[in-house]
């Protein structure tokens, strides 16, 4: 709208007041009480007493100027951002080490709450546009069509959406924020319990909830929570029995779980290899869920890569139909907040109607305002007051809200981030990371942040002959104490070297030079302890074998063969896996060929770590087989066939 159309909404609104024209319903904007600006206050700090009506600069319906000075203090500061954006930590300018925390100085403070001393951000005509809308919508509300009667063109709704979402993209990040993000430091946060995540979800305005538990997929599945489901009042999974019933409601509420296996490009490059895996998956998963897990129906299991986007699309959609409260459950350093940022349904207002679907009732599939909310006495009973509640304040609804802060520090997230989609269809809320044992407190302070499997590795094959040890950065330790060769593949971030056991001894207690980097400090070296021996019974000859077991040798059966392969994947928390691979001769049926009672074909290894902890074991993946190299992936290099002599020659005659 151009000025000249509101400057004649301007005056035909002021002589009309002049005259007496509705004078009661349209009081002087003088005499109106004091209304914080949105982006300048934090309604539920004023709620509990906390926040101040900061003085701004305002104009009335008369254009006269009135000053009301803005103090950039530490209150005012705290009561414009109320929480960051990045972690969704309180705004606080006192405990400059903690999650929150703004300093006064910085620019982008203090260009985001208007300091007309430092900066000249909130110009005149910024609050007049303000004051103009408000001005407009008050007219409104008196019945009055001021736009049509001064022949100017009525405030676009556009325009006011986009004011909008400049100024929540303007919310800066607090100090530890802005470090991670420019930096790449800073200090990770108390990490939550399960029992504070609980009582977190029970406070969700929502009838329907539903939570995604991420797992990693670099040491799947060492991530996973153990009896997550139980412990959390979740909907018992269905189960194998064909009389099994979909969980219903119970007590007015639903709550239901879907595992999210995050980084899934980390296991395989290609996604259609993923897929193949799916089965391998669930199979792994059910074993990490113990005996009860045989039996449950894992139609709920999704792998997903949001570095490659893979299967993100397919969760986006599920979120933006379902509704209600999504919540992004999972341990630290997990992946939730890069899969909050690839799930979210951005730009979701734009797709409903909001006169059709109120004209529709409330009733209208596939949405209807208001049905995943629960009523206002069944929240009273839930939430006993909003000072003691752990669950925030949900952000204000914009197109393209700001995104949570990624990064490679455990525990980012500081408190539940909240952001509502589709004009209050639903939330997809990020929760801070459960605590997770990692090698961290065992890194040199320059390895804590690079250490982080990102990308798939291309691992080199090791040979561990008898009494041979495989080091991975002074960190890890397998030792082979057996009588075979084992082929070791490390799909970690780590420096390997395959050495004699007497001298991998030498090289941790630094009796000798280490002909690689080590990652780890002094004092893990002398906390070397054994965290088990690994036996590999699992048994992959016939994967192994390749085309030895190919059509053109269809006589050939994988019981004729005279070895067995058997393999195992060890793995390292939060770092990634180690295949060992062992290729044995096939045992005599008379079992003559065993020594002291144990048989050849199972070998075992040894495993070492910081005080015996980190380590695990899977079956094997077979992440070796799966390369993008072969004639099948890599048709198109293919060389054309040179033409044969014959036609050759045919040609030039």
Known sequence: MSWQARAQIWKRASSLYAHGHYRKA??????????????????????????EASPSTVYDAHGEEQLLHLESSRKSVAAAIGACPGCGALAQTVHSNEAGFYSVKRKQVEYFVGDLRTSDTLSKQGLEDELFRKAIEQVKKSGLDIAEEAGAPE???????????????????????????????????????????????????????????????????????????????????????????????????????????????????????????????TRVLRHALGSRGEDLRMGNVRCVSAKRGWWTGAIKSDIWKRGGGNWMVGKVNVGKSKLYENVFP?????????????????????????EHLIEPEHEAENVDDNLFSLLPEARKETIYPKMPTVSALPGTTASPIRIPFGNGRGELIDLPGLSRTSLDDYLLPQYKTTLLLEK??????????????????????????????????????????????????????????????????????????????????????????????????????????????????????????????????????????????????????????????????????????????????????????????????????
Request: glycine share 6%.
């Open 155 to 281: 405030l676009p709704i556009e325009a006011v959406r986009r004011r909008e979402q400049e100024r929540a993209n303007r919310v800066p990040f607090c100090d530890r924020c802005h470090d991670l993000v420019h930096h790449s430091s800073g200090k990770p946060i108390a990490h939550p319990s399960l029992e504070s995540i609980r009582d977190t979800i029970s406070e969700s305005p929502y009838r329907y909830n539903h939570i995604y538990h991420a797992i990693d997929a670099a040491d799947f599945p060492l991530s996973l929570v153990p009896g997550v489901q139980k412990f959390l009042d979740l909907a018992p999974q269905r189960t194998k029995n064909r009389r099994s019933h979909h969980a219903g409601y119970k007590r007015g509420t639903k709550s239901e779980l879907s595992f999210i296996i995050t980084r899934a490009d980390l296991l395989a490059p290609t996604k259609p290899q993923v897929d193949r895996l799916m089965p391998y998956i």
């Open 456 to 653: 798939r590795v291309k691992p080199e094959q090791y040979k561990l002959a008898p009494q041979q040890s495989l080091l991975l950065g002074g960190l890890i330790r397998i030792t082979n104490p057996g009588i075979s060769l084992i082929m070791a593949y490390p799909f970690v971030p780590l420096q390997a070297h395959a050495t004699s056991t007497v001298k991998a001894l030498e090289v941790e207690h630094d009796a000798r030079s280490s002909p690689m980097p080590f990652v780890v400090t002094d004092e893990a070296r002398s906390q070397m302890a054994l965290a088990g021996k690994y036996t590999m019974t699992s048994d992959v000859t016939r994967r192994a074998a390749g085309p030895l077991l190919s059509a053109a040798n269809s006589n050939l059966k994988v019981e004729n063969l005279p070895f067995q392969t058997f393999s195992i994947d060890i793995l390292i928390e939060s770092l990634g896996w180690v295949e060992l691979v062992c290729e044995v001769r096939r045992p005599r049926r008379d079992g003559t060929d065993s020594i002291d009672g144990q048989w050849t074909w199972y070998p075992e290894v040894e495993v070492f770590s910081p005080q015996g902890k980190f380590i695990g074991r899977r079956e094997p993946l077979g992440a070796m087989y799966l390369t993008t190299e072969g004639p099948e992936l890599n048709a198109h290099k293919k060389r054309p066939l040179r033409q044969s002599r014959q036609r050759a020659r045919g040609s030039l005659t």
């Open 26 to 51: 349209v009081p002087p904007l003088a005499r109106l009480p004091p209304t914080p600006i949105r982006y300048l206050t934090c309604q539920s700090l004023a709620r509990q007493g906390t926040a």
């Open 346 to 370: 951005k730009g979701s207002s734009e797709q409903i109607n909001l006169s059709q679907r109120r004209s529709e009732g409330p009733t209208s599939p596939p949405f209807a305002f208001g």
